[in-house]
């Protein structure tokens, strides 16, 4: 079965800088998605950026960026320039290719990020 | 399109009662989903609809735990019997197909007391 693991339960980070959220897998699949969703207080999980394993090119979108180590299945999240808007629960998943099946996420336990003014 | 609907937001039962929860997708999205979130951790899969049809089950979802999704639109969850340990945030997802992203509700939060 497939993993996901947060290992920083809580992480802070000071308006303006760079942070660095951690997250490693396990899987035996070769075709597989990792995504980072973003949890605010009291709001719905949005999805803040995706990864296609077979692509080995970072992906990044804006202030966000992903540092993907396949061979060590490491997945992990930079967000730049940090903003107030950016605190909240944010979660590391994994979801298989698409080769049938549901294609459900598999869910790390997150990392709450506060952002200092 | 207004987004993955779940109602209500907050439910409080005594134990023993049985509850029922509405989850409406994004229209024209097939695919739906549950999970549920316990404090401190990520959600967990309960269970897929790909339209109407029930395809996988969680080892998660006991015998009191029931989805349906009639004519494909939306679904509804229903535990019977409810447990303390049911007390948790259960969520809806939409997905218009494959390799689609995962739309999701604000969640129902349960509190068996």
């Known amino acids: 079965a497939q993993t996901v693991t947060q290992s920083q339960p809580e992480m802070s980070v000071q308006e303006a800088e760079t942070v660095t959220l951690s997250c490693t897998y396990d899987?035996?699949?070769?075709?597989?998605?990792l995504f980072w969703y973003k949890q605010p207080p009291s709001r719905q999980m949005i999805l803040v950026i995706r990864?296609?394993?077979?692509?080995?090119q970072n992906a990044t979108e804006n202030r966000f960026s992903v540092n993907f180590q396949k061979a060590a299945k490491s997945f992990s999240l930079k967000i730049s320039d940090s903003q107030l808007g950016d605190a909240a629960m944010y979660f590391c998943?994994?979801?298989?290719?698409?080769?049938?099946?549901?294609?459900?996420?598999?869910f790390g336990k997150g990392t709450k990020l506060t952002v200092n003014p | 399109d207004t987004g993955v609907s779940q109602n209500p937001r907050h439910k409080i039962t005594k134990r023993g009662q049985n509850v029922t929860f509405r989850c409406d997708p994004i229209?024209?999205?097939?695919?739906l989903y549950w999970y549920r979130q316990t404090l401190g951790q990520g959600p967990e899969f309960l269970t897929y609809?790909?339209?109407?049809?029930?395809?996988?089950k969680s080892r998660l979802l006991s015998d009191r735990f029931s989805a349906e999704r009639p004519k494909g639109s939306f679904s509804t969850l229903e535990i019977q019997r409810t447990e303390q340990g049911d007390s948790a945030m259960y969520l809806c997802?939409?997905?218009?197909?494959?390799?689609?992203?995962?739309?999701f509700g604000q969640g129902t939060r349960l509190t068996v007391v």
């Open positions: 998943a994994y979801r298989r290719g698409s080769q049938g099946g549901s294609e459900k996420l598999v």
């Open positions: 990864q296609e394993a077979y692509k080995q």
């Open positions: 609809f790909q339209n109407e049809a029930q395809l996988e």
């Open positions: 229209s024209e999205h097939n695919r």
């Open positions: 899987t035996s699949e070769s075709d597989y998605y």
């Open positions: 997802a939409s997905r218009r197909g494959v390799n689609t992203e995962a739309f």
